[in-house]
């Protein structure tokens, strides 16, 4: 597998409805490697999801960056993704690895319990949060940077997500963090190619 990207650009309907998404996808995608843009949007069907992946993939491919497929592994492998990102209630790493036999399998955790059952699960990494208050999950308590280091003593690669912006990008880091994720930090900036390098910036050296 190609490493693991370290930024996730994550969707939602919100996103994908915005007439300017097309352009904010590839000035996100043009941190090439570095980056993977997640298609999710539980709202649509598995035709309308297909859609948005095909249409990733194809803006992603000169720079390089990763598409991957939220919830959908059948998804993920239809369209030459490159990773599968499950939550909770969705299929467990090991059921999604039978429809996506290649590529990245990260599973959605909210507590040091959840990150050890993921890791039992067969999980590549773990997309772990909120690790601040977000108005995404404005009634979710934070887990705080003691969820984003208990999860990393687990051994797989932690993607931060909640409230992440690029400060917060550089605290994460120094709790073990491999990358971070977000959505607003990203799709809703001023300057979306900027605002994904202002996050990549704490591992700049180690990327």
Same mark, same amino acid.
């Given at each position: 597998m190609r490493p693991?990207?370290?930024l996730h650009a994550v969707t939602d309907a919100a996103v994908i409805a915005a007439p300017d998404f097309p352009?904010?996808?590839?000035?996100?995608?043009? !941190?090439?490697? =570095? /980056?993977?843009?997640? *298609?999710?949007?539980?709202?649509? +069907?598995g035709a309308a999801l297909a859609r948005v992946a095909l249409r990733l993939v194809a803006l992603a491919r000169p720079p390089e960056a990763a598409?991957?497929?939220?919830?959908r592994p059948d998804v993920a492998q239809a369209a030459g993704a490159q990773g599968v990102q499950l939550g909770g209630t969705d299929l467990t790493p090991a059921q999604a690895r039978a429809s996506f036999p290649?590529?990245?399998?990260?599973?959605?955790?909210?507590?040091?319990?959840? !990150?050890?059952? =993921? /890791?039992?699960?067969? *999980?590549?990494?773990?997309?772990? +949060?909120?690790?601040?208050?977000t108005s995404s999950h404005p009634d979710r308590p934070a887990g705080?940077?003691?969820?984003?280091?208990?999860?990393?003593r687990l051994g797989l690669p932690?993607?931060?997500i909640g409230g992440i912006d690029a400060t917060r990008a550089a605290e994460v880091r120094e709790e073990g963090a491999y990358g971070v994720a977000a959505v607003a930090a990203?799709?809703?900036?001023?300057?979306?190619?900027?605002?994904?390098?202002?996050?990549?910036?704490?591992?700049?050296?180690t990327s």
């Open positions: 693991l990207p370290r352009a904010r996808a590839a000035a996100i995608a043009a !941190a090439g490697s =570095a /980056v993977a843009i997640h *298609a999710r949007d539980r709202s649509s +069907g598409v991957f497929i939220n919830a290649r590529g990245w399998i990260g599973r959605s955790v909210h507590s040091a319990r959840e !990150a050890e059952l =993921a /890791v039992s699960e067969g *999980a590549d990494y773990l997309m772990v +949060g909120n690790v601040y208050r705080g940077l003691a969820l984003v280091r208990d999860s990393a932690v993607i931060a990203l799709w809703w900036a001023d300057n979306p190619a900027a605002a994904a390098l202002a996050l990549l910036a704490p591992w700049s050296e």
